[in-house]
């Protein structure tokens, strides 16, 4: 079993920061790519950081020069750092990443249950 656990959300106000922590935990051989996406209500699932195993980002334009991505890989933790935080960075932040159990088994993704993020004006 793997999972993926995260935390640090909570209520801030309008140009504040908090910082969200996930850990992957469990059978674990290797890990390649982590990320965080988040969920408004009545909205899709939207990518906002990613990062590869050799420390490659990739933001979505709406986060970038506010948002920080980064992962210690000895301890299977992906840390997303927000700051200026807007109302429409409310939502919920999911974490993920593409987990090998084995040595011979395909990258396969794994979620966690999400952190609530409430930005308030």
């Known amino acids: 079993q793997v999972q993926m656990v995260e935390s640090g959300g909570g209520l801030v106000q309008a140009g504040g920061s908090l910082r969200l922590s996930c850990t992957a935990s469990?059978?674990?051989?290797?890990?390649?790519?982590m990320g965080w996406y988040r969920q408004a209500p009545g909205k899709q699932r939207e990518l906002v950081a990613d990062?590869?195993?050799?420390?490659?980002?990739n933001y979505a334009d709406s986060v970038k020069g506010r948002f920080t991505i980064s992962r210690d890989n000895a301890k299977n933790t992906v840390t997303l750092q927000m700051s200026s935080l807007k109302s429409g960075d409310t939502g919920r932040y999911y974490c993920?990443?593409?987990?090998?159990?084995?040595?011979?088994?395909?990258?396969?993704?794994?979620w966690g249950q999400g952190t609530q993020v409430t930005v308030s004006s």
């Open positions: 993920n990443g593409d987990i090998k159990r084995m040595a011979w088994e395909y990258f396969k993704t794994y």
């Open positions: 469990g059978n674990i051989f290797s890990i390649d790519a």
């Open positions: 990062i590869t195993s050799s420390g490659n980002t």
